[in-house]
């Protein structure tokens, strides 16, 4: 797509984060680990890099949407670390980017993994996800 060109193959960006009380297993709800990095925030930093990467590349009236996603985190965290997050962009076509994604913390690498992300009209999605509330709200009253 002409209207993206400013991404491409291999486009990287980084981005870092001091581990703190939001961030843990206990406080996200998933574990009753206290001062560990909890997963799913793991999920949400490599997530944040990826649109960080592409929104700011796309034209006005476009936006980026997430819709796949596979990570695996190998390895615990402690609150007060920084985790460094390090997305690729491994594969485009058709509109949609797949990202590498890297995670690491002073010791070493914490975790992997790939996310899709798809471009969309903004005002288009969001006028498609209303029609489909409003069919659902028809079908159930």
């Known amino acids: 797509m002409e209207a993206y060109i400013k991404l ?12 703190g009380l ?3 297993a206990l406080n996200f709800g998933s574990g009753k680990i206290e001062n560990l990095l909890a ?5 949400a930093f490599m997530v944040e890099a990826c649109a960080r990467l592409i929104d700011p590349t796309l034209p006005d ?3 980026s949407v997430g819709h796949g996603i596979s990570v ?3 390895k615990p965290s402690i609150m007060g670390a920084t985790v460094t997050v390090q997305v690729t962009v491994s594969t485009y076509e058709n509109g949609k980017f797949i990202f590498d ?6 010791f070493g690498q914490i975790g992997e993994g790939s996310h899709t992300r798809s471009i969309v009209h903004h005002q288009s999605f969001i006028q498609k996800a209303t029609a489909r509330e409003f069919e659902q709200s028809q079908i159930a009253g």
């Open 22 to 24: 939001d961030d843990t």
């Open 39 to 43: 997963t799913p925030r793991l999920v």
């Open 101 to 106: 994604m890297c995670a690491y913390d002073e």
């Open 61 to 63: 009236g476009f936006v």
């Open 72 to 74: 695996d985190h190998y």
């Open 8 to 19: 491409y193959k291999g486009m990287t960006t980084t981005l870092q984060k001091k581990i």
